[in-house]
């Protein structure tokens, strides 16, 4: 499903955050990365997702090299087969729950029946007309993984995921995203600092200049 080659990336300032970085992930394959800040977790999201360009390396999806596209066939590649979960949950202001969350499924041509389906899943439902500034932080982040579900892609990219939730809540996201994956045969990879949320992944893994490994007690 995803395969990372010899994966470089170096901030403006100079400072390598990634360096000959190899890992592969395979389909239904749903995994946590862990480590400090800073030390280049989203930076690895936003390459595989091709919001970033990589200074070394591939990044291949279903065989294609995704940092090999120009900015057309990448943004076709990340509406077919990505899910996106991100901290600024990028809900469009203007667009009513239910929209925001169809949105996926309208670029593909698609009808709103399986957003509905997302909106009950998450909880908000009953919230489907109502827009983004009538909502927490907590609701907004719910509808943002209800999006990132909605189209069942490929590959889901969720950073910090929970972050806003409360414990109740963010047990029962995780349930449902873990759910997703398996039904689907998605693989997923998830960056946080949460063990809880790092507990419901297959693997959990550390990033660190040496790498992605098994994070301590994980096997290797």
Same mark, same amino acid.
């Given at each position: 499903?995803?395969?990372?080659?010899?994966?470089?990336?170096?901030?403006?300032?100079?400072?390598?955050?990634?360096?000959?970085?190899?890992?592969?992930?395979?389909? /239904?394959?749903?995994?946590?990365?862990?480590?400090?800040?800073?030390? /280049?977790?989203?930076?690895?999201?936003?390459?595989?997702?091709?919001?970033?360009?990589?200074?070394?390396?591939?990044?291949?999806?279903?065989?294609?090299?995704?940092?090999?596209?120009?900015?057309?066939?990448?943004?076709?590649? %990340?509406?077919?087969?990505?899910?996106?979960?991100?901290?600024?949950?990028?809900?469009?202001?203007?667009?009513?729950?239910?929209?925001?969350?169809?949105?996926?499924?309208?670029?593909?041509?698609?009808?709103? *029946?399986?957003?509905?389906?997302?909106?009950?899943?998450?909880?908000?439902?009953?919230?489907?007309?109502?827009?983004?500034?009538?909502?927490?932080?907590?609701?907004?982040?719910?509808?943002?993984?209800?999006?990132?579900?909605?189209?069942?892609?490929?590959?889901?990219?969720?950073?910090?995921? *929970?972050?806003?939730?409360?414990?109740? *809540?963010?047990?029962?996201?995780?349930?449902?995203?873990?759910?997703?994956?398996?039904?689907?045969?998605?693989?997923?990879?998830?960056?946080?600092?949460?063990?809880?949320?790092?507990?419901?992944?297959?693997?959990?893994?550390?990033?660190?200049? %040496?790498?992605?490994?098994?994070?301590?007690?994980?096997?290797?």
């Amino acid at each position: 499903m995803l395969i990372l080659r010899d994966l470089g990336k170096s901030y403006a300032n100079g400072r390598r955050v990634l360096s000959g970085l190899n890992y592969r992930l395979e389909e /239904g394959e749903y995994v946590a990365v862990m480590g400090e800040s800073g030390v /280049g977790k989203s930076t690895l999201l936003n390459l595989i997702a091709g919001l970033d360009t990589p200074d070394a390396g591939q990044i291949l999806v279903d065989g294609v090299d995704i940092a090999a596209l120009d900015d057309d066939a990448a943004t076709l590649l %990340r509406r077919e087969k990505f899910g996106f979960v991100f901290q600024a949950f990028h809900i469009l202001p203007h667009l009513t729950l239910l929209q925001n969350v169809a949105l996926p499924l309208l670029l593909r041509r698609e009808p709103d *029946t399986r957003a509905r389906q997302m909106l009950e899943a998450v909880g908000l439902g009953a919230r489907a007309h109502d827009y983004p500034r009538q909502l927490s932080g907590g609701e907004l982040q719910r509808v943002a993984i209800a999006r990132a579900l909605a189209h069942r892609p490929r590959l889901i990219l969720a950073d910090e995921p *929970t972050g806003n939730l409360d414990p109740d *809540t963010a047990r029962e996201v995780l349930q449902l995203l873990r759910g997703e994956i398996k039904d689907n045969g998605a693989a997923a990879i998830m960056v946080t600092h949460s063990h809880a949320a790092a507990a419901t992944a297959d693997r959990v893994l550390t990033l660190s200049a %040496r790498g992605l490994h098994p994070a301590d007690g994980q096997p290797a």
